[in-house]
């Protein structure tokens, strides 16, 4: 038996190019992606909320915002990628987020007073 066949015939199929994969596959994540970060979150009854960001070496950081509801439940709202939690990634991301239609406490504008009253962060 040589590489790439086998006694059951599967060596005799043709496949599919390496590259073709990787085009299908970044086209599927793009619209896994696009579905996630455009999908209502208006039905999320929020108790709390909150956003942190999680570093991935020295110059990557994904700031992630999530939210517990009134039933216990986490939800991922979203996420945004940037060099630090500054102003500029947190605010893009819970403007994005409140735009989806997220309400706490009642008052959707609530996501704006959390970037104005946030302490400065250390890495």
């Not at 299908?24 to 108790?47: C, P, Q």
């Not at 819970?94 to 008052?107: D, E, K, P, Q, Y």
Request: with cysteine; net charge positive.
């Amino acid at each position: 038996m040589t590489h790439g066949t086998s006694s059951s015939g599967v060596g005799q199929m043709t496949g599919t190019s390496k590259g073709t994969v990787a085009m299908a596959w970044k086209a599927r994540s793009n619209e896994l992606l696009t579905a996630f970060r455009t999908r209502d979150l208006t039905g999320i009854d929020v108790l709390a909320r909150y956003v942190d960001g999680i570093f991935l070496g020295q110059e990557r950081c994904v700031v992630v915002a999530m939210a517990s509801d009134t039933k216990g439940s986490k939800h991922l709202l979203d996420f945004e990628e940037g060099s630090s939690e500054n102003a500029e990634v947190v605010d893009g991301l819970l403007a994005r987020i409140a735009a989806r239609g997220l309400v706490v406490g009642g008052i959707g504008g609530c996501w704006c007073c959390a970037t104005a009253a946030r302490p400065p962060t250390k890495r």
